[in-house]
């Protein structure tokens, strides 16, 4: 279950990464590298903290919801 959900917010990530190459490539050519890393970083960055943020709301609703 835990690794189904990492799955799918690498995806978001992989997406994000997608978008922002498709948009550098609309960029002048000279600034497509730079482009693509800032976007390759800030989407690994967004997801990865999404991802973390997510599971441990889940964790923490889970555990709420035991003590009930």
């Given at each position: 279950?835990?690794?189904a959900?990492?799955?799918?917010?690498r995806?978001?990530?992989?997406?994000?990464?997608?978008?922002?190459?498709?948009?550098?490539?609309?960029?002048?050519?000279?600034?497509?590298?730079?482009?693509?890393?800032?976007?390759?970083?800030?989407?690994?960055?967004?997801?990865n903290?999404?991802?973390h943020?997510?599971?441990?709301?889940?964790?923490?609703?889970?555990v709420?919801?035991?003590?009930?």
């Amino acid at each position: 279950m835990h690794s189904a959900d990492n799955n799918k917010y690498r995806d978001i990530g992989v997406g994000s990464t997608v978008v922002g190459f498709l948009i550098g490539v609309f960029i002048p050519s000279e600034w497509v590298l730079g482009w693509f890393i800032v976007g390759f970083v800030l989407a690994y960055a967004i997801a990865n903290f999404a991802a973390h943020a997510i599971s441990r709301v889940l964790h923490d609703h889970e555990v709420w919801r035991r003590n009930l």
